[in-house]
C-alpha cells in the first residue's frame, strides 16, 4: 500500500515537473521515485502472488516516473 502511495505521489510531482524551468525538480524524484520502487520490490518478494496488486501497481507507477524523470533531464540538459 506505501508504494502504491509513493507511486501516486511520484507521479503527481512528475507531471509538476514537466513545467518549463521546473525541470530541476526531477533530480529530486528520480531518486523519490526509486524508494518508492525498492519499497515495491520488497513487497513483492514477501507477499503471495495472489495479493501483490497493490505492489505491482506501485513499482509501475514508480518505474514511469523514472523513466519519464530522466527523459526530462536529458531533454533539458539536466538544468531546464
Known sequence: MISLLWGIVALVWMVLALIPLVGWANWLLI???AVGAILAAVALAVT???HNARAKTGLIL???AIVVGAIRLALGGGLL
Open 31 to 33: 531518486p523519490f521515485a
Open 48 to 50: 503471495r502472488p495472489t
Open 62 to 64: 514508480n518505474g514511469i
